[in-house]
């Protein structure tokens, strides 16, 4: 397999963009285990309480604030009975197929979860229950964007003097604010970028280094000296006459480019700049070129939900729907397995931090036809992956994560629901001694009446003021990665607003104690 081809097993056409690495650069700190971070961001504003059906109280008393303020977009108050997965029947077999359609199932009820009884998941996702079931997958509920703590809800939010997050309720400044780790200031670093330039030449100095994104230039990877490697879809760039396929030609050629595009251009910084840019993409491909083939890679054992290939994508013979699945984060995650493998395996990395971009969930209108679709695949994708990350016996050295713009409303427009803030996340890790704690629900629901005490106000439509901060979910994550305590005021600067006791440990999250990871 050509090298400008080299993961078109997995994602068609995907390129390499590029990685420039400029500025002084510290020594990297010394690890002797292999950790990944795979950031799932669900572009648009999940709707989580569609998601994660509330069901907590005597009676499932939130389901029925929930009814009360959801209307015709209501999951009904229905328990299904979780299939056993990997086996799972074709078409009309499914527990999700219904003769009105994908709609009907997605309102038709959900899995209800042992040892969960705030919420249940709904019925598009029964991997993703099975997982939770299995201690797999925890949930962090009542999250989202904060500057500081306002656990008053709607009387904090109105208190002129507590500091809330910029924009809120705007798709690209939330995105942002999350990716960025700091809600109140529209910077132009990530807090993994700024973790890249904390531990610049990790991975021994591979050009790989420690952030891979496959949706471009992302602000959350974009630190002061480091850049993240870019994978994304489409038709690669290859460099005319410099194919790296055996041509002694070729080979002496692309050794002389490399050696001047590796020179010192004078005084130009641009020049500089882009010299090494063209360098490393080259170094990138000669590496790749080395690993990214039938010797190196691995093929899966493995099934998915049906019986099927690990990482193919079901068709609706399979799945009983209306519409297929388009496949995008099934074939991201793909990709992401692979080079796990690699860099755990093959090129001895010791961290490395993936994003995947999955979307949109901006469910304005048509949520009840749209909606359905994207959780059914983020359901598909995410026990393929986990799948994949046991057979590679690497399952309790990644942790996966998904996180959204923001939440949704709990009233609905009509034919969807608008943007809100109080959400649910949900990390996927193997439970192995206390490094993981599988199967749990940390924080809490929001109260879901409209216009309630969580409400930003009086007669609202259900935005719900978040108690948990993101930033505390990725410190906690970032603490299980081997960042220090020392440095995560660097990754996330409004953490220290959210102690609890002695010590920035005190803010990462806990469950009676414990921690999450």
Known sequence: ???????????????????????????????????????????????????????????????????????????????????????????????????????????????????????????????????????????????????????????????????KPAFLFAHNHQTRVIQTGKADDLNATGWTGRLADLWSGINSGSVMGLNVSFNGQVRLMTGVQSKPVLFSTGNTI??????????????????????????????????????????????????????????????????????????????????????????????????????????????????????????????????????????RELSVALWKFQKALEEMEVDDKVATFTLSDFGRTIGNNGDGTDHAWSTINLVMSKSSGTSFNGGKFYGSLPNLTMGGADDIKDGGKGRFVPKLSVDQMNATLCSWFGVPDANMITLFPNLDNFKTGTGISSAYLKLSGTKLI
């Open 1 to 163: 397999m050509k090298r400008r081809n080299f993961l078109k097993s997995s994602l068609t056409g995907l390129s390499m963009i590029g990685l420039p690495q400029v500025g002084t650069k510290a020594a990297a700190p010394s690890f002797s285990d292999y950790k990944a971070l795979v950031y799932i961001y669900l572009d648009g504003g999940n709707d989580a309480w569609n998601s994660f059906i509330p069901a907590s109280g005597s009676g499932n008393s939130q389901w029925t604030v929930y009814n009360n303020g959801r209307g015709d977009l209501s999951v009904a108050n229905t328990d299904m009975t979780l299939p056993s997965i990997g086996t799972l029947s074709q078409g009309t077999g499914n527990p999700y197929y219904s003769s009105g359609g994908d709609s009907v199932s997605y309102l038709s009820g959900a899995y209800p979860l042992t040892g969960i009884s705030e919420v249940r998941v709904n019925a598009m996702m029964p991997e993703l229950a099975r997982l939770l079931e299995d201690g797999k997958v925890s949930l962090i509920g009542d999250i989202g964007t904060l500057v500081e703590p306002l656990n008053n809800g709607k009387t904090d939010y109105q208190n002129a003097s507590k500091k």
């Open 238 to 375: 290859s460099y005319s006459g410099l194919d790296n396929d055996g041509n002694s030609l070729k080979t002496s050629r692309r050794t002389l480019f490399k050696s001047l595009y590796g020179s010192n251009p004078g005084n130009d910084p641009f020049s500089s700049v882009y010299n090494r840019m063209l360098k490393n993409s080259l170094e990138l491909d000669d590496l790749l070129a080395i690993y990214w083939n039938s010797t190196h890679k691995t093929s899966f054992s493995s099934k998915g939900s049906y019986g099927e290939s690990l990482f193919s994508i079901p068709s609706k013979t399979y799945t009983g729907m209306e519409d297929e699945l388009e496949g995008d984060l099934i074939q991201q995650l793909e990709a992401v397995a692979q080079l796990i493998y690699l860099g755990s395996s093959k090129m001895s990395f010791n961290r490395q931090v993936f994003f995947v971009n999955f979307g949109s969930f901006d469910t304005h209108g048509n949520q009840a036809e749209e909606h359905p679709v994207l959780l």
